[in-house]
């Protein structure tokens, strides 16, 4: 079975480095925080070319302590996409503050700029872009719109590592951006691990005091904290993993190229990518009449493929109380009632995604 994603592929090519990482860890007892975390901060940032990143514990609580950065609380609104993963809007609604979807454009599957200012309140405060399956969305129009009404830009960039809008880096583009290092992301921790990045330090300043009980000096408590350190074992990891990332993206792409000169069928929709973006193909999603046949098919072949996000945001059960309904973001429900993703991975082999492409061409829903 050709697995989705194989991460055992990278932890047998690069073993005795992260065991090594790890080791020393150990041996140092440098476990919550400390200098492999630190250590990691500062060569993601140096990497991305912002001022400064603050390591937490995910990307999760990224999205949440950017918020409370900002002072968006209780009353407020930020604007957010219909098609993304359900955390991008629990960074909100942690704080209090309300979650207001928009659709996504019908090609490239992120948020639709157009619709934008349509949403926007005097109660708004924010608007949250996601990188969506490594794709940049059009930051240029939808800082137009936040700049028109004073209103800040949040980057999620959790699945975009590496990638970039107009030859600069995502996460250095709005006021804050916001990353996730879960298992199978394009920069990965051994177990949960996420950052805060911006080139504004009075924000960073404030996500170390809010992740560490609300402590600059132990014990002495300047606001209510939380718990949200990042492990020294997952910044050791990873600042083995950062030294190879721009080469496992480039892979990525060959294989995203792959698919997209490869893939033939009319049934089969693909993602646009705009020509003044570099995507680093987190995810490789297609639209497919009939998704879960689509998957036992290609479960049958031999190969694993599956769902992202077969439910949008704006219609999830935990948000029935803000009165969205089917039809309220026809782009972002279409894809979701017809969303595929194929194995995506840089130690994929050609033959493999060659395989896919094969198998996808001869689908017949």
Request: proline share 4%; net charge negative.
């Amino acid at each position: 079975m050709l697995k989705r994603v194989d991460l055992k592929r990278d932890f047998d090519r690069h073993r005795q480095e992260y065991l090594d990482a790890i080791t020393k860890c150990c041996e140092d007892t440098a476990f919550s925080g400390g200098k492999y975390a630190d250590q990691f901060d500062r060569e993601f940032a140096d990497y991305l070319g912002v001022r400064a990143a603050s390591g937490v514990n995910n990307g999760t609580s990224a999205l949440h302590l950017a918020m409370l950065c900002l002072g968006i609380g209780a009353g407020d609104e930020v604007i957010v996409p219909a098609n993304t993963y359900i955390a991008t809007a629990w960074g909100v609604t942690y704080t209090g503050a309300v979650p207001v979807f928009v659709d996504c454009t019908a090609d490239t599957w992120e948020i639709d700029p157009s619709l934008i200012e349509v949403k926007i309140t005097p109660r708004t405060k924010a608007i949250i872009g996601v990188h969506l399956y490594g794709q940049p969305f059009d930051f240029a129009a939808v800082k137009k719109i936040a700049d028109r009404h004073g209103l800040y830009v949040v980057e999620d960039c959790a699945q975009a590592a590496g990638a970039a809008y107009e030859g600069v880096k995502v996460g250095g583009l709005g006021d804050i951006g916001c990353y996730s290092f879960y298992p199978g992301k394009n920069l990965y921790a051994f177990g949960e691990g996420g950052s805060v990045v911006s080139n504004t330090q009075e924000y960073i300043d404030k996500v170390n005091v809010y992740k560490n009980q609300g402590c600059r000096v132990r014990y002495y408590h300047e606001v209510v904290g939380y718990n949200m350190r990042l492990e020294g074992i997952q910044g050791a990891v990873m600042s083995v993993s950062l030294q190879y990332l721009d080469q496992w993206n480039e892979r990525r792409i060959e294989l995203g190229h792959r698919y997209e000169a490869g893939i033939t069928n009319p049934l089969v929709t693909l993602q646009r990518h705009p020509s003044n973006t570099k995507p680093v193909y987190h995810l490789f999603e297609v639209q497919v009449p009939e998704p879960e046949k689509f998957l036992q098919y290609m479960k049958d072949a031999g190969v694993e493929c599956n769902r992202h996000y077969p439910v949008p945001c704006h219609l999830q059960k935990a948000y029935a109380d803000l009165g969205y309904r089917a039809g309220d973001c026809p782009n972002a429900e279409q894809l979701a009632s017809h969303c595929a993703t194929l194995p995506m991975f840089p130690e994929m082999t050609d033959e493999e995604c060659d395989m896919v492409i094969d198998l996808v061409n001869r689908y017949k829903g």
